[in-house]
């Protein structure tokens, strides 16, 4: 808020009784001139003396002082300072006080809306509000008025006190309003017009000329005049409303108020006929008082303003096409517009299709002129119904019911109707009472006869809401088709004509074609005569069953999903269950296999054992699916079809003999035959010999009886090899090895095995560990005693392969026997028991007897014994110049380890002295003269074993040739023997001829 400080010289009058004079109060120096304060001290029916009115109040800066020093008594209760502006309204609002006196001053601020002040207190017109203060003494206040002392036009200070010795009122502040006002135009006489200025202050002005609002705004505050209400029938506007106040009056406002044209916003209906006397309805504003309204420039009758925004007419005639609406009224006329069109009068030309049923709802679709905004079509004069204009030529409806017969067809638009026609036919709606048959499949395809009435010129018959085909009507009672497929149940039989449709009914069922999902049993002989159970669905009023496609007999439905039936005779192979019913037949199939008889032409084994439990091989043909399999009645076990030709089982039990081998399946079973024979099961009672060795090959000799035929002979669970069976009660073979112990021997045929018995034991083959004593001559006669194990029992023992001449058995690790003669070496001791023969050792040792004795003279041995001795020429030629003349004797000689061996050979005749004596060591002649001892023609000599002169490394072996030589020129020879010159003189034959062949070449 802008405030406007001004001071105004206070008018002071004081009314004192001991004085009872004017007191004049001067304004003090340096105050300010925007006026000037002064004083008059009057009485309450005395006027002062004196103009100190304030005539024009603008504001400005003044310190204005007035002192009172004179005594205010309660007598004088108009003392009082008043001041005012009788041009401009203001606000009081604050003031200073100096009070100087001793006692308190007592003020009461007055402000006065209105007040002549020099008339009477008493005559004050509205007190706007009383403030009262108290100032102490000696003290300076400003008084601030918190009251409402706006719009004021005087303010009026009174104050009391006692004993005033001084006091003054100084710095009055007060704030100038300005009002807002301006001028009307344009009221008539009893008009008037309410404005209203920022919204809530209102000022209703009733005549044209200056108004001003009510209430003052200060300076800087924002006024907008507004039209609050209209005078009736006019329109007031106000220019340079609105702005902001300053510090002069607002005084420009001009509001002006006129009559307004009328406006046409629309009309209803927006259309008519051409010739007119169509009732429209015309919304618009300021259409009160209108004098006339035209439509196309023509004007309308029975013209009624029912109210300033709407008015009713009839339009006259006009040509077809949009037309403006206007209405004339003191304000003036309205915009031409094109709210209204003139149509041409419809015409209608066909009917398509010309007839339906009197029941209506025949879709119909109606051909002329000016159909465009049809308001409704009629058939017979009722309402069709779904009413849709296509276009100006063409429209669709539904017929409403109507009675047999033409009718017209009406179409109304707002430019009229069309002329009356005959151009459609209601027919009366057909009848169905009855179908022949009533049932078909599903599936469709069953032709139907339909019986009714008003069947004439159908144009379709459905079954279940499906189309049949092959529709013909020979007559208006009776009509054929073939059912499309349908859904199983009930269906409507409905027939289609001009007239209509009948009504719907249940006279046709739709039977659901039978299915055959599983037949049991799935297979049967071709002979037929199988009992079959068929399971599917829809199987009830079955009217036939086929198999193969022939006639199944013994037909039974025993529900919807199960029937029995007996089959016919049939090809081997996959054959279609058909079952018939009202719903048709079902899907082909294979769940039926015709099966041709099974045959058996060989079984192998071709014989087994009466107790049964023998592994067969049946062939045959057809065996497939083979559900059984006896064996001389008897039911086979572990029944397996390994093909359609082959099978295996195990045979029952049975009686010897032959039996019949029959296999059974769904195509029946084969001829009865003598293919298979049960055997009785072998029995054994005897074995000879009762034992044999661990290792087996023991020839035995099997007594029993069912032998023959014999496949296999094990003993102690083993096979026996060379098998011979020689006849139904003996059978020969070789044991196999075996466990030392009794072992049962089995005969196994064709009729099985015998029991198991102990017939046969096995025995441990005898062992040899030593001999003693361990060697002896090559001649035999040696008594030596053998230990081992398992002796007893023995039947023969041999040394080097030969038997000895006598032998005993002490126990079972001891024998005695005499050796045989036998050769030089070691020699194998062997005991023969029942189970077997001992493994081959050296445990004896054959010697050479001594002396040796040639003709080159004699050797003995001390030491040791001659494995091998001979006197022989010398396979190694002497040293150069010498000559063996009794050859070399050589030796194998066995001794102990280290042993020394001594040899002594005796010659024929005393030796040379000259001569020498060799060993052959290393391959080398070595003398050794020196190492031997001649006494006349013997000679002795000894080796070492492991020593000098034994060349040979094995322990306790010594071989050494030896023999004396002497010089071949010097030394006498011994007299050749005959033999001797024989070969001097085959030497000299062999000499000439190879001389003469030589010559010869």
């Known amino acids: 808020m802008k405030m406007k400080n001004i001071f105004i010289s206070a008018l002071l009058a004081i009314s004192s009784q001991a004085f009872g004079a004017y007191l004049n109060l001067q304004p003090l120096a340096n105050q300010s001139v925007n006026g000037f304060c002064g004083a008059a001290h009057y009485s309450p029916n005395t006027p002062p003396t004196g103009n100190f009115l304030y005539a024009g109040l603008t504001g400005g800066t003044a310190s204005c002082r007035t002192d009172v020093n004179s005594f205010v008594s309660s007598a004088n209760p108009y003392n009082r300072l008043s001041f005012s502006n009788t041009s401009r309204f203001f606000n009081f609002q604050s003031f200073q006080v100096n009070n100087t006196t001793g006692g308190s001053l007592n003020l009461s601020v007055q402000s006065i809306s209105n007040m002549d002040i020099w008339d009477d207190p008493a005559n004050i017109d509205v007190v706007v509000a009383t403030e009262n203060f108290t100032v102490p003494a000696n003290t300076t206040q400003t008084i601030t008025l918190n009251g409402n002392h706006l719009k004021l036009k005087t303010a009026i200070i009174n104050f009391s006190a006692t004993n005033i010795a001084g006091v003054s009122f100084r710095n009055f502040s007060v704030e100038v309003l300005s009002s807002v006002g301006g001028n009307v135009s344009g009221l008539a006489a009893g008009e008037a017009v309410t404005l209203i200025n920022n919204g809530s202050d209102n000022k209703t002005v009733s005549a044209n000329g200056s108004f001003t609002f009510d209430t003052f705004l200060e300076s800087g505050s924002i006024y907008s005049v507004t039209v609050g209400t209209n005078p009736p029938g006019k329109i007031c506007s106000v220019t340079r409303g609105s702005g902001t106040v300053g510090v002069s009056n607002v005084t420009n406002v001009a509001v002006a108020c006129a009559v307004p044209a009328p406006t046409v916003s629309s009309v209803s209906p927006t259309s008519g006929t051409t010739t007119g006397g169509t009732s429209i309805t015309i919304t618009g504003t300021n ?287 996959t054959a279609s269950v058909i079952v018939t019913t009202a719903g048709g037949t079902n899907a082909a199939n294979t769940l039926f296999t015709y099966v041709a008889a099974p045959t058996v032409s060989a079984v192998s084994p071709t014989s087994g054992s009466t107790a049964g439990g023998t592994s067969i091989t049946i062939t045959g043909t057809n065996l497939t699916g083979a559900t059984g399999i006896t064996v001389g009645g008897a039911a086979c076990t572990g029944v397996t079809i390994t093909s359609a030709t082959s099978a295996t089982c195990s045979t029952p039990a049975g009686t010897a003999g032959t039996a019949s081998v029959i296999v059974t399946t769904a195509g029946g079973t084969n001829a009865a035959n003598t293919l298979f024979t049960y055997v009785a099961a072998p029995t054994v009672s005897a074995v000879s010999p009762t034992s044999g060795s661990t290792a087996g090959v023991t020839s035995i000799t099997i007594t029993g009886t069912n032998l023959t035929g014999a496949t296999g002979i094990t003993v102690g669970g083993a096979a026996c090899t060379g098998v011979t069976i020689t006849s139904a009660t003996s059978a020969t073979c070789s044991t196999p090895a075996g466990t030392a112990g009794t072992a049962s021997v089995i005969v196994t045929t064709a009729g099985g095995t015998n029991a198991a018995n102990t017939l046969f034991t096995y025995v441990a083959a005898p062992t ?58 070691t020699a194998s001791v062997l005991v023969t028991t029942a189970g077997g023969t001992n493994a081959a050792n050296t445990l004896f040792t054959y010697f050479l007897p001594i002396p040796i004795v040639s003709a080159n003279g004699s050797a003995t041995i001390t030491g040791g014994n001659f494995l091998a001795a001979q006197f022989s020429s010398a396979s190694r030629a002497p040293p150069t110049g010498k000559t063996f003349p009794y050859g070399v004797f050589e030796f194998t000689a066995q001794t102990t380890s280290g042993g020394t061996v001594s040899i002594t050979i005796t010659y024929p005749q005393a030796l040379p002295t000259n001569t020498r004596y060799l060993k052959l060591i290393n391959d080398a002649w070595a003398d050794w003269t020196n190492l031997v001892s001649v006494s006349g023609n013997t000679v002795t000599y000894s080796v070492v074993d492991g020593g000098t002169g034994d060349s040979n490394s094995a322990v306790g072996l010594i071989t050494d040739p030896f023999g004396p030589v002497i010089d071949v020129a010097t030394d006498a020879a011994p007299i050749p023997t005959l033999s001797e010159w024989a070969m001097i003189f085959l030497a000299s034959l062999m000499a000439m001829f190879a001389i003469f062949t030589t010559r010869r070449r």
């Not at 398509?352 to 409704?376: K, R, V």
């Not at 037929?528 to 159970?533: E, P, Y």
């Not at 006669?781 to 029992?793: A, D, H, Q, V």
């Open 768 to 825: 040899v560990t030593a001999v003693s004593p361990t060697s002896g001559s090559t001649t035999g006669g040696t008594s030596i005693t053998i230990t081992g194990t398992n002796l007893t029992g023995a039947t023969g023992i041999t040394v080097g392969g030969s038997a000895c001449s006598a032998f005993s058995v002490t126990n079972s690790t001891t024998a005695t026997c005499t050796t045989p003669a036998g050769s030089a070496g």
């Open 287 to 573: 259409l009160t008082g209108a004098t006339g309204i035209t439509v196309g420039g023509a004007a309308c009758t029975g013209v009624t303003i029912t109210s300033a925004t709407s008015a009713t007419c009839s339009t006259p005639a006009g040509s077809a096409g949009t037309a403006s609406i206007l209405v004339t009224t003191a304000g003036g006329t309205n915009a031409a517009n094109t709210l209204f069109t003139y149509v041409a009068a419809p015409t209608v030309s066909a009917v398509s299709p010309t007839s339906g049923t009197t029941a209506g709802g025949t879709s119909i679709t109606i051909t002329g002129t000016n159909l465009t905004g049809a308001t409704g079509i009629t058939v017979g004069g009722t309402a069709c119904t779904g009413v849709t204009i296509t276009s100006a030529t063409s429209a669709t409806c539904s017929t409403p019911a109507g009675t047999a017969g033409t009718a017209s067809v009406i179409v109304t638009t707002a430019g009229g109707t069309n002329a009356a026609n005959t151009l459609f036919t209601y027919v009366a709606a057909p009848t169905v009472t009855s179908v022949s048959p009533t049932s078909g499949t599903t599936a469709g395809g069953t032709s139907i006869t339909i019986t009714g009435t008003n069947l004439t010129g159908a144009t379709g018959i459905t079954v279940g809401g499906t189309a049949c085909t092959g529709v013909t009507i020979t007559s208006a009672t009776s009509a054929t088709c073939s059912t499309p497929a349908g859904t199983a149940g009930t269906a409507s039989v409905i027939v289609t004509t001009a007239g209509g449709t009948n009504a719907a009914n249940t006279l046709f069922t739709y039977v659901a074609a039978p299915t055959v999902s599983a037949v049991s049993p799935t297979s049967g002989s071709t002979a037929g005569g199988t009992s079959i159970t068929i399971t599917g669905t829809n199987l009830t009023g079955a009217t036939g069953i086929t198999v193969g496609g022939t006639a199944c007999t013994g037909v039974t439905i025993t529900s919807a999903t199960s029937a029995t039936c007996s089959t016919p005779a049939g090809t081997a192979g």
